[in-house]
């Protein structure tokens, strides 16, 4: 968080039922704190009164995208946090009043970690990219208990619509079942590639992710719905860190304690794993960055391709903060090829 300094501190637990709004003051750190009645214009209405400058701060839940945008315009900033750093909030007794309490002291100390909101067109695409995924995993599950069905019934799992599958009292009625439900997942996927080969059309920052080796039209929507900006990210391992591809390494005393996994996009992970393996079998320079560290380098393979999806991630942030499509090296040209790689 910036050293800015607001003239309110505001703090807000917001619930279904009811909502928890603890205020401070840049003159004062007496905390007032009120527990009211869930009412989002009645809380625009409480914001907008306030005069002088305003920051407010949200815990990351399911409703933190809907108060951001319901309360951008009442507001300075917002900040919605991550609630795992919020260790003060699991002291001492626990209730909404409380934790809004000890959510505004941590504002206005400077100890909260943002996570990023923001208001503008890529919500759609997020939203796209998340029902997508629940689509294609409901499609998923579908098709393991088809396949479930027909082994128990003495198939091979893999017949089409139509087949006899014995007598087994049930079985044919849940066999069709679960393929008309399959057919209508094959046409609601098709609507949302349609829709996302749309979006690539319109955005040209799909466009440039979609030029880089093993990212197609899907991923590069991915990417481009999770990260926003690149401005978030001040340097590559910063990004590496979000995106999963690195440890961070524990040292204490100046001795070193292994390494741990950071908290990062399980989505941007996905993306560059699943795109790092289609590139280096492909021709282009992800794969010849790949054979260079196990031929030259004389990595082990899994080590080659960790590292040529590290690459990649580098690359989409490249592209990202350049503005431009991916513009490979000759591939002749061993000594930039050598120099490129020796960076990473």
Same mark, same amino acid.
């Given at each position: ?20 709004? !603890? ?6 750190? $007496? ?42 315009? *009442? ?8 609630? &795992? ?16 309490? $000890? ?9 909260? +970690? ?6 503008? +067109? ?21 098709? &393991?208990?088809?396949? /479930?069905?027909?082994?128990? *019934? ?5 017949? $089409? ?5 014995? =007598? ?17 997942? /094959? ?71 292994? +390494?741990?996994?950071?908290?990062? =996009? ?11 393996? !289609? /590139? ?27 590292? /040529? *999806? ?13 503005? +431009? ?15 490129? !790689?020796?960076?990473?």
């Amino acid at each position: 968080m910036e050293d800015t300094i607001y003239d309110h501190y505001i703090a807000i637990d917001w619930s279904i039922v009811n909502m928890a709004i !603890a205020r401070m003051t840049k003159k004062s750190d $007496k905390i007032t704190a009120i527990d009211v009645p869930s009412d989002i214009e009645n809380l625009q209405a409480y914001l907008k009164n306030l005069k002088g400058s305003k920051v407010l701060a949200i815990e990351e839940t399911t409703t933190s995208q809907w108060l951001y945008a319901e309360l951008n315009e *009442c507001v300075d900033r917002i900040l919605i946090c991550d609630p &795992n750093r919020n260790k003060l909030l699991n002291e001492g007794p626990k209730n909404d009043k409380i934790d809004a309490r $000890k959510l505004v002291q941590l504002l206005k100390a400077g100890l909260l +970690k943002e996570v990023y909101h923001s208001t503008d +067109k890529f919500l759609y695409m997020r939203l796209l990219v998340s029902g997508y995924e629940d689509l294609v995993n409901a499609g998923t599950r579908l098709q &393991n208990q088809r396949y /479930a069905l027909l082994r128990a *019934c003495g198939k091979s799992g893999k017949e $089409k619509r139509g087949i006899y599958i014995g =007598s087994q009292e049930g079985a044919h009625f849940v066999l069709d079942s679960l393929d008309r439900q399959i057919e209508a997942y /094959a046409t609601e996927k098709a609507n949302y590639e349609r829709e996302f080969e749309r979006l690539t059309r319109k955005h040209a920052e799909i466009k440039y992710q979609k030029s880089l080796p093993g990212i197609g039209t899907i991923n590069a929507v991915k990417i481009v719905a999770r990260v926003v900006t690149p401005h978030r990210f001040p340097d590559k391992g910063h990004y590496l860190s979000y995106a999963g591809l690195i440890k961070l390494e524990k040292i204490s005393g100046g001795r070193s304690y292994g +390494k741990k996994n950071p908290r990062y =996009s399980r989505q941007l992970k996905s993306v560059y794993k699943t795109g790092g393996l !289609a /590139a280096i079998r492909g021709n282009n320079p992800i794969h010849d960055y790949y054979e260079y560290l196990i031929q030259e380098k004389g990595y082990a393979e899994h080590n080659a391709r960790h590292k /040529a *999806c590290r690459r990649l991630a580098i690359l989409s942030l490249g592209v990202f903060k350049s503005g +431009k499509k991916y513009q490979p090296f000759r591939r002749n040209d061993v000594k930039t090829f050598s120099e490129s !790689a020796s960076g990473l």
